[in-house]
């Protein structure tokens, strides 16, 4: 999996702190635009973030190159319907590789069946003249996949709250948690609470019959698993 950060609003804490600030003042935008980019900026769109007047941060908005994660992957990631997807086409781009999930790699003659199933649309497309369009009928949901992905700030953090739970399909789960780790170094104070809601304390947690390691004490938030 690889997942890049390739273009987001500019100053994006400060878009953010400005809209907040100009709600609620009568300044002209000068004066707004200069104190929105200073420490009394940040700690303001901390304070409306706590109460929970997000729409200052839809304002802003970031785009992610994925690549490498498979098709049960990416249809997880646009059922998240406030955002905006590209994805290869398998009508006109050949699949080149195939996303082995961990559970399959360890039993041999489900790992060999799947990569049968994958060479099979491999020698069809190259030696039975069959378009892509239709060998794609061919593919398992393991096909490998890329996209360029944009979402805004608020549609983020409701994103990195069900995605980066223990409970999340593992692959989904690593990529909301890269995700993150990328927003959180030019968006700080808008992301520094992002996460499942175990970040804010395990009482917050809405899965009250769930056993995960971050529960019992096992495992922090943000921890390499897969289930």
């Known amino acids: 999996m690889r997942v890049e950060l390739i273009a987001h609003t500019p100053e994006p804490e400060r878009v953010a702190a400005f809209s907040a600030m ?24 901390r304070k409306v973030m706590e109460m929970g007047h997000l729409s200052v941060i839809e304002h802003i908005s970031f785009t992610f190159y ?20 590209t994805q ?14 961990p559970s399959i790699e360890n039993k041999e003659q489900l790992r060999k069946k ?3 199933l994958f060479s099979i649309y491999k020698e069809v497309t190259t030696k039975g003249n069959v378009p892509l369009e239709d060998a794609r009928y061919l593919l398992p949901q393991a096909s490998s ?4 992905v944009t979402m805004n700030a608020r549609s983020l953090l409701n994103f990195f709250r069900l995605r980066c739970c223990l409970k999340a399909q593992w692959e989904i789960r690593n990529l909301a948690c890269e995700m993150l780790r990328l927003v959180k170094k030019v968006a700080p104070t808008i992301f520094e609470k992002a996460g499942p809601p175990c970040v804010e304390g395990i009482d917050k947690c809405p899965e009250k019959d769930f056993d ?12 390499p698993h897969k289930r």
């Open 114 to 116: 799947l990569i049968e």
């Open 22 to 45: 100009l709600s609620h003042s009568r300044k002209d935008k000068e004066n707004l635009w200069k104190e929105a980019a200073l420490e009394k900026g940040r700690e303001i769109l």
């Open 88 to 101: 290869e086409s398998q009508r006109f781009v050949e699949v080149r590789d195939i996303v082995v999930p």
């Open 66 to 85: 994925v690549e490498g994660i498979s098709r049960v992957c990416s249809h997880q990631l646009v059922r998240h319907r406030i955002a905006s997807y």
């Open 212 to 223: 995960c390691p971050v529960k019992r004490g096992e495992l922090g938030f943000g921890a």
């Open 145 to 148: 996949t890329r996209l360029v």
